[in-house]
C-alpha cells in the first residue's frame, strides 16, 4: 500500500479566516447602524432635528419634513417660514417648544392646536416612529370702512371686500404677511398696509376714509400705477417694461425675447396676453388684467366717459391721471383701457 503524506492545517490560515468573519460581521453591523438603525432613531426624534434645522438654517428639513395641506413645502415657502421663525427669536423658542411637546406627549402632538401638528407616516422601523410636521392653517379676516375695498397680500390680490361690515376671508400657514387695503374714495385712490404674523387666527380692520388734510398730490396715480404694474406682470409673467419693448419688433425678435407662443395665427396668444402684427411688426398688444369692470372701478374709479370703439368700450379717463400712471410705468405707446366681453384690458398701440 502506498504511503500518502497529509498536510496539517495551518494554525495560521485559520486565525486570518476568523478574523475575515469578524470584519465581515463588524462591518455589517457598523453599515446596519449607520444607514438603517441611526437614521430610524433620528427620525423618531424629529424635535432633536426641527431645532437643530432651524439653528442650522437647513432649508432641506424643511422642504422633505414639513408640510401644509397635505404637501410638502415648496423651496421659497420653507424659506419664509424659516426666516420668519429665525427673525421672530421668542416665536422661534415656542414653536421649538412645542414640537418638542407634541414628541412627548404623542397624543397631544396628533391635536389640531398651536403651530404644528405632528404625523406619523407609518414608515417607521425597529420600533421608532417616523414624523413629519403639518402646518396648521390660519384664518385672516380683513374688514374696512369703506365697500369695494380690495385686498392684497404679499403683492397677491386675495379678495375684495363688497360691503362696509363684511369682510375677506384667507386661509394661510403660520407665518408674516403684508397686507395692504386699496380703495378709491372720491375719486382718490387710498391704501393701508399692515404686517401680520399668523401664529393664530387674526383680523384686521381698515380705516381707509382719509382726512382732507393727508392727500399728497401725486399719491393716488403712483399707487394706482404700482398695483397695474403687479397685475401686468401677475398675469403675463413679463415686467412691463419687457412687454413694452415688444411693440414694433419683428417675430424673430418676438420669439427670442419671450419665447414660442401658445397659438399662432393672426394672433400670437400667450398667458395673459395677444400680439397683433402690422407690416411684419407688433404694432398692438392687449393684456388681460383678468380683472371685471367693477375691480377696475374700484382701482380707478369712475372714467370721464366711456366710448363705444371698434375694440371693445374705452374707458376715458383725464389726462392727468393717466400720464401720471403710464408715466410713472414708463410707457411711450399710446395706452388704453377696453372693456370686452366683461373683462377688462390693458391695450399697448
Do not use: C
Not at 362696509?164 to 375719486?187: F, I, L, N
Request: glycine share 8%; aromatic share 8%; proline share 3%.
Amino acid at each position: 500500500m502506498a504511503y500518502v503524506r497529509s498536510k496539517k492545517p495551518s494554525k495560521r490560515r485559520n486565525v486570518y479566516l476568523w478574523l475575515l468573519v469578524t470584519l465581515g460581521i463588524g462591518l455589517a453591523v457598523g453599515a446596519f447602524y449607520q444607514w438603517g438603525y441611526k437614521p430610524a432613531a433620528a427620525h423618531d426624534k424629529i424635535h432633536v432635528r426641527f431645532k437643530d434645522a432651524l439653528l442650522t438654517e437647513d432649508v432641506s428639513f424643511f422642504e422633505e419634513n414639513v408640510e401644509y395641506e397635505s404637501e410638502l413645502l415648496t423651496r421659497a415657502d420653507a424659506l419664509r417660514f424659516m426666516d420668519w421663525l429665525n427673525d421672530e427669536k421668542s416665536i422661534r423658542g415656542e414653536a421649538i417648544a412645542e414640537v418638542a411637546q407634541d414628541r412627548s406627549d404623542r397624543a397631544q402632538g396628533m391635536e389640531t392646536d398651536g403651530l404644528f401638528r405632528l404625523v406619523d407616516t407609518g414608515e417607521g422601523r425597529f420600533g421608532f416612529a417616523d414624523y413629519r410636521i403639518e402646518l396648521l392653517p390660519k384664518t385672516l379676516r380683513a374688514s374696512a370702512d369703506v365697500p369695494l375695498t380690495n385686498i392684497w397680500i404679499d403683492g397677491v390680490q386675495a379678495g375684495r371686500i363688497d360691503e362696509t361690515g363684511s369682510a375677506v376671508k384667507v386661509v394661510r400657514m403660520p407665518g408674516r404677511y403684508d397686507v395692504k387695503a386699496v380703495v378709491v374714495v372720491d375719486g382718490e385712490t387710498v391704501t393701508d398696509t399692515k404686517t401680520v404674523t399668523l401664529t393664530e387666527d387674526a383680523q384686521l380692520a381698515f380705516g381707509l376714509l382719509p382726512d382732507q388734510d393727508e392727500t399728497v398730490a401725486g399719491q393716488f396715480g403712483l399707487e394706482r400705477a404700482e398695483l397695474i404694474e403687479i397685475e401686468v406682470e401677475a398675469q403675463t409673467g413679463h415686467s412691463i417694461e419687457t412687454i413694452e419693448g415688444l411693440m414694433n419688433k419683428r417675430e424673430r425678435a418676438i420669439l427670442d425675447e419671450i419665447g414660442e407662443p401658445m397659438e399662432r395665427g393672426d394672433v400670437w396668444r400667450y398667458e395673459g396676453m395677444e400680439l397683433r402684427f402690422g407690416d411684419g411688426r407688433v404694432d398692438r398688444i392687449d393684456i388681460d388684467l383678468q380683472k371685471r369692470p367693477d375691480d377696475l372701478l374700484a382701482l380707478l374709479g369712475e372714467p370721464n366717459e366711456k366710448v363705444d370703439t371698434d375694440l371693445g368700450l374705452e374707458w376715458r379717463y383725464d389726462r392727468t391721471l393717466l400720464e401720471s400712471i403710464f408715466t410713472f410705468l414708463r410707457l411711450q405707446s399710446e395706452k388704453r383701457f377696453i372693456e370686452r366681453d366683461g373683462a377688462m384690458y390693458l391695450m399697448l398701440t
